[in-house]
């Protein structure tokens, strides 16, 4: 299980990130994180792996406070947890098996991954996960040859080859297109439940938040303003979330989308007939 209590950031500048977050994430619960930009999502998933430093509060992951710990310890926790970014960070000259393995940086020693020599126990676990997110036959492309899609399933399978307790997800499908983006949520829910995985995930899509999310946590201003399931994720509540103005922005910007996809479909299928 993953606890935040009172986790709070604040930049030299005086500017608040965060401020007296407190949540419960329970094993096997994919928590999705929505708000507007600035409102804090980025900045709580990256205190939460200490790539950001909290100001205050505690991150607990099965008990153990990753905010008090030293630099040492920090790697030794970090292993525990998979993250997956919105641009992928892959190490685009390297083959798909090679920046799946880089997963399993935290557990060999500096000479195994200076000169990529991994266990063989690695290695199956490797394809095993590439089988997996449905890559097998891409695992000796390089990285810079696969598309957006296929490039997001790499970094999820690197996530997973950490054999990780908690996922956290930056924006998985920002870079997608819609049929993609539905694809990569579906696998990341799916390998979060074969797994007990709990997982955060960061995105800035509401509708697909709400198909996909067990539980819709809304940030406004470093603050929770929503938290529960899909299915009370209201007008009034989106609202709370975004603020009028910007929702009605935001619900408009959505229809001219659909529409155009729509638009899209005619001319094709008028160019098939």
């Known amino acids: 299980m993953l606890i935040l209590d009172a986790?709070?950031?604040?930049?030299?500048?005086?500017?608040?990130?965060?401020?007296?977050?407190?949540l419960n994430v329970p094993k096997g619960q994919i928590m999705?994180?929505?708000?507007?930009?600035?409102?804090?999502?980025?900045?709580?998933?990256?205190?939460?792996?200490?790539?950001v430093e909290p100001t205050g509060g505690k991150v607990l992951l099965n008990d153990v406070d990753l905010v008090g710990l030293g630099k040492r310890d920090l790697r030794q926790q970090r292993r525990r947890i998979g993250m997956i970014f919105q641009e992928y960070a892959l190490v685009e000259r390297l083959t798909v098996m090679?920046?799946?393995?880089?997963?399993?940086?935290?557990y060999v020693p500096f000479w195994r991954s200076y000169l990529r020599r991994f266990?063989?126990?690695d290695i199956a676990r490797a394809y095993a996960l590439l089988d997996r997110v449905g890559l097998m036959e891409h695992a000796d492309k390089r990285a810079d040859a696969l598309s957006g899609g296929q490039r997001q399933r790499v970094g999820i399978a690197r996530a997973l080859a950490q054999d990780p307790e908690l996922l956290l997800v930056d924006e998985p499908t920002a870079?997608?297109?819609?049929?993609?983006?539905?694809?990569?949520?579906?696998?990341?829910?799916?390998?979060c439940a074969e797994r007990g995985l709990p997982a955060i995930v960061n995105i800035h899509d509401v509708p697909l938040a709400q198909q996909f999310m067990q539980r819709i946590v809304g940030l406004r201003a470093g603050r929770v303003v929503f938290d529960g399931p899909p299915d009370e994720l209201t007008q009034d509540a989106l609202t709370t979330i975004y603020g009028e103005?910007?929702?009605?922005?935001?619900?408009?910007?959505?229809?001219?989308?659909?529409?155009?996809?729509?638009?899209?479909?005619?001319?094709?299928?008028?160019?098939?007939?």
Request: charged content about 30%.
């Open 175 to 191: 870079s997608l297109d819609p049929k993609t983006s539905r694809q990569i949520m579906r696998l990341l829910i799916e390998i």
């Open 7 to 22: 986790l709070s950031k604040t930049y030299k500048s005086g500017d608040t990130a965060l401020s007296d977050v407190s």
């Open 245 to 273: 103005e910007d929702w009605n922005a935001m619900r408009k910007g959505d229809e001219e989308q659909t529409a155009a996809e729509a638009d899209a479909r005619d001319r094709l299928a008028a160019l098939v007939v």
């Open 98 to 106: 090679e920046n799946v393995l880089s997963g399993r940086l935290g």
């Open 119 to 121: 266990p063989a126990d």
């Open 32 to 51: 999705g994180l929505i708000g507007p930009s600035g409102a804090g999502k980025s900045t709580l998933i990256r205190c939460i792996n200490r790539l």
